[in-house]
Every structure is written in C-alpha cells, then in structure tokens.
C-alpha cells in the first residue's frame, strides 16, 4: 500500500528562517516522490520531482531511502512561499498519485 | 500550452439534477483523470483513463460516471448526488500510459461543486 505522511499541518516561520516540510512515506517498491504547491485560489502545481533534482524557487528535496523520507528544504523563506504544500507518491509503473495530508506553510514578515 | 481547463468553475445543484464537469487538454496527453478533494483535505483519486479507456475506478459510488470522449476532453457525469459529494473536482493529465512512469501530472484549476 502507498501512504504518504506530512505530519505537520501548519508551519508559521519568519521572513528569511530556514523551512523544512517534512514528508515521510510508506511503500514496498521504488516508488516516484513530488511536492506540489497550491498558492490560494491557484491550481495545485509541480514545485520538484524527486528524479529530476533540480531546485525549484530555491526549494529542494533529497529522497533518503533508508529513512523512507522526502523532505522538502528552503534555507530562505520569503513571504511568497506561503501557500499549502502536498508530498505525493507514485509507485513506477503505475498511474496512482496518492497525496499527504498536506502542511500550510505561512511565512510572515 | 501546459493548461488543463475545467467548466464550470463553480455548479450548484439539487440532489434529483443532473450535470456535467468537464475538462480539456491540448497537451497531448494519453492519461487523464478526476481527483476529489474536501476542504482542508488532500486530492483522492476517482478515476484514471488512460489511451481513452478507463484504467481505474476507486470505487466511486455510481452516481459519478465518467466519459472519456476522445484523447483531450474527460468529462465527469453526475446524477442524484448527495450533500457530502459537494467539493472541488480536479482534473489532471498526464503524458504516460498505463505503464508510464515520472511524467508530470497537471490539474486544473477544478469545479466547485455544491450539492443543495
């Protein structure tokens, strides 16, 4: 079974502190991790696809397959970075997308 | 064009109406599919069509019945809905088939549906 745990519903940090979403899954085989963003009233979007690795609006995420994780870090939060922030995973071969719970990050001023 | 469209943006109707969502993709994507999602809830899976064949259903209660009419529209029948069925109903596509793996999956920006 894919199960993806955020166990964070709310993280409220500061202008300029570091972040870190957390993102903790389950599933038997090698599986296709994300972290899509939904700013308010906007579509859910892609920030970072665990294969590409790339760095995303100075987002990134490491895949640690030992501690089953996918954390998603920022050294600098800004203001615009609030919004709702959904880990998901995809198990390969598969077309099933399967969501966390999700964390609301507010940066303030 | 990286844009899946949803109509209506917004739907209210009676438990004995029926309507439609749909939803259009130009992007040449052969899976497509329909996401619920609850306020303050993640998106759960409904349905997945994939090469315009449906490839998933995640035992969704029959009164949703989706279509899938050609390659780039997905349309999502309802009928004698109840008050618990009121949400946003994404869309989303992708360019993988059955066995595709890492493409991007891309919504729209969903139908608020209210059940009254």
């Known amino acids: 079974a894919q199960r993806v745990t955020q166990p964070e519903k709310l993280l409220s940090v500061f202008k300029g502190a570091p972040v870190e979403l957390k993102c903790n899954y389950s599933?038997?085989?090698?599986?296709?991790l994300f972290w899509y963003v939904q700013y308010s009233r906007q579509r859910l979007q892609l920030l970072l696809r665990?294969?590409s690795r790339e760095s995303i609006k100075g987002f990134t995420a490491d895949l640690n397959k030992g501690e089953t994780s996918f954390h998603l870090k920022k050294p600098f939060a800004q203001e615009e970075d609030s919004a709702m922030y959904y880990c998901a995973l995809r198990g390969k071969g598969f077309q099933k997308l399967v969501f966390g719970t999700g964390t609301r990050l507010l940066v303030s001023p | 064009d990286t844009e899946v469209t949803q109509t209506p943006k917004h739907l209210v109707m009676g438990m004995t109406n029926k309507k439609s969502l749909k939803c259009e993709q130009h992007m040449g994507h052969r899976a497509m599919y329909w996401y619920k999602q609850k306020a303050k809830k993640p998106p759960e899976l409904m349905f997945v069509y994939s090469y315009e064949k449906l490839s998933i259903n995640e035992s969704v209660p029959s009164r949703f019945s989706p279509e899938c009419p050609n390659s780039s529209l997905l349309n999502l029948h309802l009928h004698a809905l109840q008050p618990e069925d009121s949400a946003l109903y994404l869309c989303?596509?992708?360019?993988?088939?059955?066995?595709?793996?890492?493409?991007?999956?891309?919504f729209g920006e969903g139908s608020w549906l209210t059940v009254v």
């Open positions: 989303a596509s992708s360019q993988e088939g059955v066995q595709g793996q890492g493409n991007t999956i891309y």
């Open positions: 665990h294969i």
């Open positions: 599933y038997s085989g090698s599986p296709e």
